[in-house]
């Protein structure tokens, strides 16, 4: 039973989810916080910020972890499998479709409609985001952060898997991984 939720959880996500990885976090939410309690809201925040920080696609990633997290390596194969197939079958069928009525404005239309959502869909995700961090950080701590990452990126031109993984250290290693620690405590 429990291989059948997990397939179907992650089922339900793939067919609903547009916009990729992003899009699909609050339905992923949904169905293992909400749906079936498998984790805490903290615990998928915490899977997100590690899914985003490893390369390859979000979904698969948390589907691949989550699903072998509960229901083991079985889990996690059928997690994964209900997470591609949906996407697979859609992109034929749409690939199909589309590549015969592009030319017609409704298409050009349709496909411009989407934009929006997927927009209003990663806002929210990022005020979740930015409301789970705030537990953990202070604001000005958050905003610093925010601020720092953007003028490196943009201003600096340095890329963001560099600062991820420095990131990634700093929370390995602690506040300060160049700090000398006391052998005497």
Same mark, same amino acid.
């Given at each position: /039973?429990?291989?059948? =939720?997990?397939?179907?959880?992650?089922?339900?996500?793939?067919?609903?989810?547009?916009?990729?990885?992003?899009?699909?976090?609050?339905?992923?939410?949904?169905?293992?916080?909400?749906?079936?309690?498998? /984790?805490? =809201?903290?615990?998928?925040? =915490?899977?997100?910020?590690?899914?985003?920080?490893?390369?390859?696609?979000?979904?698969?990633?948390?589907?691949?972890?989550?699903?072998?997290?509960?229901?083991?390596?079985?889990?996690?194969?059928?997690?994964?499998?209900?997470?591609?197939?949906?996407?697979?079958?859609?992109?034929?069928?749409? /690939?199909?479709?589309?590549?015969?009525?592009?030319?017609?404005?409704?298409?050009?239309?349709?496909?411009?409609?989407?934009?929006?959502?997927?927009?209003?869909?990663?806002?929210?995700?990022?005020?979740?985001?930015?409301?789970?961090?705030?537990?953990?950080?202070?604001?000005?701590?958050?905003?610093?952060?925010?601020?720092?990452?953007?003028?490196?990126?943009?201003?600096?031109?340095?890329?963001?898997?560099?600062?991820?993984?420095?990131?990634?250290?700093?929370?390995?290693?602690?506040?300060?991984?160049?700090?000398?620690?006391?052998?005497?405590?």
């Amino acid at each position: /039973m429990l291989q059948k =939720d997990i397939f179907l959880a992650f089922l339900r996500c793939g067919i609903i989810s547009y916009g990729g990885g992003p899009g699909a976090i609050p339905f992923i939410q949904k169905e293992v916080v909400n749906r079936y309690n498998w /984790m805490t =809201d903290e615990e998928l925040w =915490d899977i997100v910020a590690l899914a985003n920080a490893l390369p390859g696609p979000l979904a698969t990633k948390m589907a691949g972890y989550i699903g072998y997290r509960v229901g083991g390596v079985r889990g996690c194969a059928g997690a994964l499998l209900a997470t591609v197939i949906p996407t697979t079958v859609m992109m034929i069928l749409l /690939m199909t479709t589309l590549t015969h009525f592009s030319h017609f404005p409704w298409v050009q239309g349709m496909t411009n409609a989407m934009l929006p959502i997927v927009g209003v869909i990663l806002a929210t995700l990022s005020l979740q985001f930015l409301k789970a961090a705030s537990q953990g950080l202070k604001w000005p701590v958050i905003a610093v952060h925010v601020v720092v990452i953007f003028v490196l990126t943009f201003y600096f031109g340095v890329h963001p898997a560099l600062i991820i993984a420095a990131l990634l250290l700093w929370a390995l290693f602690g506040r300060n991984p160049f700090e000398r620690k006391d052998s005497s405590s």
